[in-house]
């Protein structure tokens, strides 16, 4: 994957070169070049308002675990009390106990897939969220520090530490988010 990223990189700077007038400047001197680095993972990890959007997810997610737990254990008991009825009913009233049980636990399991897929369409949604908040203000820095491209941490091998604006970019998204 890391590889990947770098033959991508790689062609990125190469077909830049091709196309963009500014990114080869005036008798192959590259001084009006300025690239930055931004490691995006660290800012979803670090601004403020990524966090609290986390906190809010997590308390959501808790609460359905709570719901699907509680749902559980109503199943189990009453799993339990068919076990301890079983003898005294007849076997008409256990077959419906016996359906009426796989009713729940069928419904316990819809809910359950339900919630995951509900909570994976909202992890997406989030992070689209987040990332194209974070992008615009890479892009109001990168257009302050006059610089021709930044760059995703990840996908580069090594850099110069100098060329990192990620703290930047975190002050500046947590300033906007107040």
Same mark, same amino acid.
């Given at each position: ?12 700077f190469?077909l830049?070169s091709?196309?963009?007038?500014s990114? #080869?400047a ?6 009006s070049? $300025?690239?930055?680095v931004v ?8 601004a @403020?308002?990524a966090k609290?959007a ?8 808790q609460t359905a =675990? ?6 559980? @254990?109503?199943?189990q008991t009453?799993?339990e009390e068919?076990k ?6 007849? #076997? $008409?009233?256990? @077959?419906?106990?016996?359906?009426q049980i796989?009713?729940?636990a =069928?419904e316990l399991k ?6 995951g ?5 909202k992890v997406?949604d989030i ?7 974070i992008r615009?203000v890479?892009?109001e *820095?990168?257009?302050?520090?006059k610089?021709t491209? *930044?760059l995703?941490k990840n996908?580069l ?5 100098t060329?990192d604006v990620t703290d930047?970019v975190i002050?500046?998204?947590? #300033?906007?988010k107040?």
């Amino acid at each position: 994957m890391k590889r990947c990223g770098l033959i991508l990189t790689m062609f990125l700077f190469f077909l830049l070169s091709l196309v963009c007038p500014s990114f #080869a400047a005036q008798d192959g001197n590259v001084s009006s070049l $300025k690239i930055g680095v931004v490691d995006l993972q660290k800012v979803m990890q670090t601004a @403020k308002a990524a966090k609290e959007a986390q906190v809010a997810f997590d308390k959501e997610l808790q609460t359905a =675990r709570d719901t699907l737990s509680a749902k559980g @254990k109503a199943v189990q008991t009453m799993e339990e009390e068919l076990k301890k009825q079983s003898s005294k009913l007849s #076997a $008409k009233k256990r @077959k419906e106990k016996e359906e009426q049980i796989a009713k729940a636990a =069928r419904e316990l399991k819809r809910l359950d897939s339900d919630m995951g897929e509900e909570f994976r369409r909202k992890v997406s949604d989030i992070n689209q969220k987040l990332i194209g908040e974070i992008r615009e203000v890479v892009n109001e *820095i990168r257009q302050e520090e006059k610089c021709t491209l *930044i760059l995703e941490k990840n996908t580069l091998i090594s850099y110069d530490q100098t060329l990192d604006v990620t703290d930047k970019v975190i002050q500046r998204y947590d #300033a906007k988010k107040k």
